[in-house]
């Protein structure tokens, strides 16, 4: 019987091994976008999505990297999930208004979506849901956010729950049944945040 609970939980660990996929950006031609990939934002200005070279990438060469300005710039994948999880890592560069970084998961369009995020400049990670493009918050706690280095976020879905990791800590749990449906997955940042993204992963619960 314990041999094949062993054998059970490799098994499962194989499966969710599968279900991965990661992207660290390294076979887009930099100034580009992965051709999957949708560079847009959530109400006004100008976001600047694009592959470049970063010498402190966690997977070399190769980061994406969001360098303009708008409400809440988003890019996101050409995918569809409703129940896994959502990772990346990211640093927060600069930015005087905001340094933040976060993942989208159940993305319908630019407007609707989930998020989770944190911000250097407050030091703190909240989870939202933005619906026709009005963001709102559902949980969120205070942690150190250290500008200028790279973190890890994470979610875990599946239906009206969420599970929220930063730098490996399980953070908090939160609750909110409005986006059921299964959508695209991608990235966000804020404002004048200045964000490198690499090492983005998802896959099906």
């Given at each position: 019987?314990?041999?094949?609970?062993?054998?059970?939980?490799?098994?499962?660990?194989?499966?969710?091994?599968?279900?991965?996929?990661?992207?660290?950006?390294?076979?887009?031609?930099?100034?580009?976008?992965?051709?999957?990939?949708?560079?847009?934002?959530?109400?006004?200005?100008?976001?600047k999505?694009a592959?470049?070279?970063?010498?402190?990438?966690?997977?070399?060469?190769?980061?994406?990297?969001?360098?303009?300005?708008?409400?809440?710039?988003?890019?996101?994948?050409?995918?569809?999930?409703?129940?896994?999880?959502?990772?990346v890592?990211?640093?927060?560069?600069?930015?005087?208004?905001?340094?933040?970084?976060?993942?989208?998961?159940?993305?319908?369009?630019?407007?609707n979506?989930?998020?989770?995020?944190?911000?250097?400049?407050?030091?703190n990670?909240?989870?939202?849901?933005?619906?026709?493009?009005?963001r709102?918050?559902f949980?969120?706690v205070n942690?150190?956010?250290?500008?200028?280095?790279?973190?890890?976020?994470?979610v875990?879905?599946?239906?009206?729950?969420?599970?929220?990791?930063?730098?490996?800590?399980?953070?908090?749990?939160?609750?909110?049944?409005?986006?059921?449906?299964?959508?695209?997955?991608?990235?966000?940042?804020?404002?004048?945040?200045?964000?490198?993204?690499?090492d983005?992963?998802?896959?099906?619960k």
């Open positions: 019987m314990k041999t094949l609970t062993v054998l059970q939980l490799m098994s499962a660990l194989a499966t969710a091994t599968a279900n991965a996929q990661t992207m660290n950006f390294d076979d887009t031609k930099a100034g580009e976008l992965p051709a999957t990939w949708t560079g847009t934002k959530t109400g006004k200005g100008e976001p999505w592959v470049v070279a970063d010498p402190t990438a966690p997977s070399k060469p190769n980061v994406l990297k969001q360098s303009g300005e708008a409400d809440y710039p988003v890019a996101f994948k050409n995918t569809s999930l409703k129940d896994g999880f959502v990772e890592k990211f640093k927060p560069v600069a930015g005087k208004e905001d340094q933040a970084g976060g993942v989208v998961w159940r993305v319908k369009d630019a407007n979506y989930y998020l989770a995020r944190a911000n250097a400049l407050e030091d990670v909240r989870i939202y849901h933005f619906v026709n493009g009005k709102t918050q949980k969120g942690v150190k956010a250290a500008p200028d280095q790279w973190h890890t976020l994470r875990e879905f599946s239906g009206s729950s969420s599970k929220v990791f930063f730098d490996g800590k399980h953070l908090f749990d939160a609750e909110d049944a409005t986006l059921k449906d299964a959508g695209k997955v991608g990235v966000w940042t804020k404002a004048d945040s200045v964000t490198l993204f690499d983005f992963s998802y896959g099906a």
